[in-house]
């Protein structure tokens, strides 16, 4: 066994590895970190949005200034519309925090990776992972990598994270299997446009199975978009993508619609299609974060978020491990339990979100009553912005709550006030019958009712 240089070589220098390298590094310890690119890389495909629980880590990290700096506005207000129903409330606070940020995907890199140098990470580009190195008993204590000129590399360390996308060289080198996986749900277009006005506010619309979508990022530029289902979804040149793009607001947002034809778009289009897994994200001497370990559909904007929380959760891990206080296979068995109960919730609820299948008009109803409700308009963009747990926001008393904002006549619809009668005890005295509503409303929740019923207060008397 070779003598361990580093106590950790993170493969993988973008938002996961260079975070998860940063929090090492700034901890004392040694740490090696990796990456195929030459850096500054070029603009990344990714929707750049930050929401508030990745901001609060790098407000924690002291970073969040420097960022904010990169010219790209706070955003307050998370919106959604399907048809003439209209949600925009305010974000939710996790800790005092309580806005996103959109910034330019490489400047964003580039400021954690600096970071994670100036902490005392080594950085080494343009090197490709080939190998694995193990002892006798499986254990990994190394890698084999390879130069852009092809000279080989050899490194030894106490832990190997596999910090490198979806498509993880690490993941597939130690057989890391997959699991819960879903196949691809929708394939997305979307672009930058100069000359948009900013209001801090995302927007998303849902009509007709697509998913419009559009905010505020850097430089005055703002992202607009359309997810459409993968059967629905064309290749074609620029002048059809804008053509789609438009149409997809014309039909939900005409005001915003002829803004677009009237400005312009000053980038190509971009595409994008994720399945959505988990994988066994440890084993002896290594572990997985980001993309790596866990990847969901990108209709939710979540994965920088994701990859920002989930370097925390595996340094927090981890750490006691590599100094001594704690045995390292217990620590990363720990780093797995709580990543998958970190995300479960919000992995199930973006699977629902992505399949992209129109409200139906009971879910209209709570739509609406969540607008007349500051607290549940709240829970529910705090939701998809990965703040609120779908287990709390579906829980029964939460959704029993909703039904003070329905009011009373027979706009709602039969089976709204009939699970009201359920929910509040009906006229004539009769006692209210919770089991039965929860029933009768997970029932038009689809995939998100399971919340409702799986809750420990489901149907509570």
């Given at each position: ?294 990847t969901r559909d990108p209709i939710t904007a979540a994965g920088i ?157």
């Amino acid at each position: 066994m070779g003598v361990a240089m580093y106590d950790v070589i993170v493969v993988g220098a973008r938002i996961s590895g260079a975070s998860t390298a940063m929090l090492l590094a700034r901890a004392g310890y040694r740490v090696l970190l990796l990456d195929r690119a030459k850096f500054p890389g070029g603009k990344g495909a990714a929707t750049n949005l930050v929401h508030p629980p990745g901001i609060l880590r790098l407000k924690r990290w002291g970073l969040l200034d420097e960022v904010a700096a990169t010219g790209c506005p706070p955003i307050h207000s998370y919106g959604l519309q399907s048809g003439p129903v209209q949600l925009m409330a305010k974000l939710p606070a996790v800790e005092g925090v309580a806005e996103a940020y959109s910034p330019e995907r490489a400047k964003l890199d580039e400021i954690l990776l600096e970071a994670a140098v100036k902490a005392g990470a080594e950085l080494r580009e343009q090197v490709a992972l080939r190998e694995l190195l193990t002892d006798s008993q499986g254990t990994v204590i190394g890698v084999r990598a390879e130069t852009e000129d092809r000279t080989p590399l050899v490194e030894h360390a106490r832990l190997v994270v596999g910090a490198d996308g979806s498509n993880s060289t690490v993941a597939r080198l130690v057989g890391a299997e997959k699991y819960d996986s879903h196949p691809v749900l929708n394939k997305s277009h979307w672009s930058y446009w100069a000359d948009l006005p900013h209001d801090g506010k995302v927007r998303t619309y849902r009509h007709r199975h697509q998913h419009a979508f559009t905010w505020p990022t850097h430089d005055g530029l703002t992202i607009v978009g359309v997810a459409l289902p993968v059967e629905d979804f064309k290749a074609s040149p620029d002048q059809g993508r804008d053509a789609t793009v438009i149409a997809a607001f014309e039909d939900v947002d005409p005001e915003f619609a002829a803004r677009l034809r009237e400005t312009r778009r000053v980038d190509k289009w971009m595409t994008g299609a994720v399945p959505n897994f988990l994988r066994h994200c440890h084993g002896p001497g290594w572990a997985l974060v980001g993309d790596a370990g866990y990847t969901r559909d990108p209709i939710t904007a979540a994965g920088i978020t994701d990859s920002l929380r989930g370097a925390e959760l595996l340094v927090e891990a981890v750490e006691p491990a590599l100094s001594g206080d704690r045995d390292l296979a217990a620590a990363l068995a720990d780093y797995a339990r709580r990543r998958d109960a970190l995300v479960g919730g919000h992995f199930r609820y973006t699977r629902d979100h992505a399949a992209l299948a129109d409200y139906n008009r009971e879910e209209l109803e709570f739509i609406r009553a969540m607008a007349r409700s500051p607290h549940h308009g709240s829970g529910m963009v705090g939701m998809f912005a990965t703040i609120v747990p779908p287990a709390e926001f579906y829980s029964p008393a939460n959704i029993h709550a909703l039904f003070e904002h329905i009011p009373p006549g027979p706009d709602p619809g039969w089976k709204i006030r009939m699970v009201r009668w359920l929910v509040r005890g009906a006229p004539r005295h009769l006692p209210p019958a919770t089991r039965l509503a929860d029933r009768l409303i997970a029932a038009n929740l689809g995939s998100m009712g399971t919340f409702l019923l799986d809750s420990p207060v489901a149907g509570a008397a």
